[in-house]
């Protein structure tokens, strides 16, 4: 059985004016589409084969196909189920109050979580990650993540995809108003949902 391009619960232009339908398309379609094709290839006729995404990824490290392209189908596929058209503009109950403790507001989680995205140099994730109970923040480059170990030791349940094919059509080399306007459709109960289930 291979991997397959998960298809979106909203439409390619369902973002706008936060993210572009243009953008929307080509990175589903084809960027996320690669990722997937060539994970399926570089693990066909392997001991990876069958096994789960999640399996594979802590094993993938000395493999560059498979973690690169293992990590990006991961990574979008996150990043899709994470945003909303009409994105929750807050999170609410127990990932507020964990989002308080960790980051002392809203506020100070959105410029830590910013500043991650920002100083990432080149192309890489943001991540926001639950471990040990607790909520962390970091950044990965390339389609690492921290299921493979690379950032923090937590599980992830928010991303940002800050390579400029994500935004460089509609923000250009303007990252850090791509990742103000990101705030505008996380969908804050389908991250809720992470958290429980990962904390
Ligand atoms: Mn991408």
Redesign the pocket.
Known sequence: MSFELPILTYSYDALEPNIDARTMEI?HSK??QA?TTNLNNAIAGTELEGKSIEEILKVCKDKPAVRNNGG?FW??RL?WEIMAPNGSSHPSGDLAAAIDVAFGSFDGFKDEFAKAATTRFGSGWAWLCVSDGKLEICSTAN?DNPLMGEGCSGAPILAL?V?E??YYLNYQNRRPDYISAFYNVINWDVVAEKYKAAK
């Open positions: 990175h960027h996320h990722y990006g990574n979008h990043f389609q995809d390579w094919h994500a």
